[in-house]
């Protein structure tokens, strides 16, 4: 009944840009945070970024400076903008988010499916 949906990778030379987006579906009720996390090959996920309903955010250090978090509440929406890309963000990005849905009050979590994001040197 719900969906996270991300979409925007792809393959980008090292000091690239790309955005990426998170598009929530379904019988949405609340959404409290979300989250950008990543996984590369051989790796932990590790949370990249997250960010508030009120629109406070938080970076891992290795992104925090060249990585900006958004969301637009009225669309369900969220993205993250990565500039100055290097090799080393190469990996399958995750959306994630804290929900609730019109016919339950309680939180729970989800994710979507990922979309690769290959940065070649």
């Known amino acids: 009944q719900v969906q996270l949906v991300e979409s925007g990778g792809g393959l980008v030379q090292a000091g690239g840009s790309l955005r990426l987006s998170c598009a929530a579906s379904?019988?949405?009720?609340?959404?409290?945070?979300m989250n950008w996390y990543r996984q590369a090959p051989g790796k932990q996920r590790e949370m990249v970024a997250r960010?508030?309903?009120?629109?406070?955010?938080n970076y891992v250090d290795s992104v925090r400076g060249r990585f900006t978090i958004t969301r637009d509440n009225a669309k369900n929406t969220m993205y993250l903008q990565m500039n100055s890309l290097k090799p080393e963000d190469t990996a399958l990005y995750y959306c994630?988010?804290?929900?609730?849905?019109?016919?339950?009050?309680?939180?729970?979590?989800?994710w979507g499916q990922g979309t690769q994001v290959t940065v070649s040197s």
């Open positions: 379904g019988n949405i009720g609340i959404i409290n945070y």
């Open positions: 960010i508030s309903s009120g629109g406070g955010t």
């Open positions: 994630n988010a804290d929900l609730t849905t019109k016919t339950s009050s309680y939180f729970r979590n989800y």
